[in-house]
């Protein structure tokens, strides 16, 4: 047994040593945490050799997500490191501090400003900025997702020079449809609607970019407590007020309390649609295609049939 180990460990040494002598032989390296800016960096990345990897693929919801022994690894070796910054992946802090990861790292987060938020006035004023301070879903918002790019795009230019002019171009590139489709949002969803979604709630950031009124089961994104019976009845009753067609629940969730809601309303005949979070990407996803923007373009979609 011992000896098993100590050739185990030779194995861990040599491989260690051999790849640690010159990092620059593995060429230039990206981890990121999870799916939103992995995608975002595929992106900026197009036409380059640079490897890009992404941790939490496994489909687990990223608020549950464990960072395994082989991330760890991949973060201490990553010459850039990206990743969301707020309580589902927590756990990046300690992996960047305790891996001995020598590269920059991107907190998404850091790069988004307050300010973006803050252009919404309406009677929910006082709700929101409560939210601001604390709501890590900032990817779903196309704004958001500019001024990430961009961020990351620059980090890009400066960290590998001799990728610098496609990093630049294909930030152009990517902003332009992200800037379209966040034109396509405004113009297809009318101010001051309303949305019932009948589960978690990340998408504050999406409701607010479009001045929508929304009601949702959940505050947050947290659902260790169960919607109580006084909330479903809050919910159908607004369905009802407000002649709503459509309830909304997330990805990869359950629709029962949905249904116990539509149950509860007048006419018992709304339709259930999903809005997607992007919080639970699996790896076979992303191999059929799954990205950013025809996800966020889906949702555009789904909140047409709910709205108009
Ligand atoms: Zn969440």
Redesign the pocket.
Known sequence: MKKVLCLFMALVMLCFCGCTTDPKDDGFNIVCASFAEYDWVKNLTLGTDVKVDILADTGT???SYQPTAADILSISKADLVVYNG?T?DGWMTDAIKNSGFKGKSIRIMDTIGKGLIHQHHDDDHQILTSYVEYD??VWLSLKNAVIACNKIAHTLAELDKTNQEKYNQNCTDYVKKLETLDKDFADAIGEGKSVVIAD?F?FLYLMTDYKLNWHAAYE???SETDADFEKVLSLAKTVDKEGINTLFIIEGGTDALAKTVISNTASKNQQILTLD?M?SVTKKDIESGKNYLDTMAKNLENLKKALN
Do not use: F, L, T
Request: charged share 20%; glycine share 14%.
């Open positions: 919801d990223m608020h707020g589902a890590e879903h978690r990340p947050g994104c947290s979070s919080q």
